[in-house]
């Protein structure tokens, strides 16, 4: 009879055991596909911006999930740093096309400003001296804006 009682005590055990078993597989399952997820979100993350990672990523610790919500504060940061980059080289190099267009124009102002006077010396060598008072003045004028043309 010992050995009945054995038998069906092994044989209860082995279902307690089995049944333990089978409860600690199970929640090993749901544990792997718990961290299946996460390994999910953190792939995402990893490959394109946190802005558009999934929904369940509240399956995160907290403190990945804090982490990531810094992040993702981080990436609009940069998104608008980027715009703001964006705008200021447009504005730099509409600015540097103004400024070659005034130089340009400075230029053409000084030119214009000497070429009339040495015609003018050309036209006063037939009649008159160049160094006439007039021609000095205008002379003089010319200096004074090359001069200042130049620098």
Known sequence: MMKLEDLLMQSTQQKCRRTALEEEVEKLQHR??????????????????????????????????????????????????????????????????????????QQRKCLEMQVPCKLHMHEERKDLHIWSPFCRMQNSIIFSKTHVCNK
Request: glycine share 2%; charged share 30%; hydrophobic share 40%.
């Open 32 to 105: 792997l596909t718990k961290e299946l997820k996460i390994n999910s979100v953190l792939r995402y993350a990893l490959k394109g911006p946190v802005l558009y990672y999934p929904p369940f990523s509240s399956l995160l610790p907290l403190k990945a999930q804090t982490l990531l919500a810094e992040l993702e504060v981080v990436e609009k940061e940069i998104i608008c740093l980027e715009a703001k980059l964006k705008r200021l080289k447009i504005s730099l190099y509409k600015e540097k096309k103004l400024n070659k267009e005034a130089e340009i124009k």
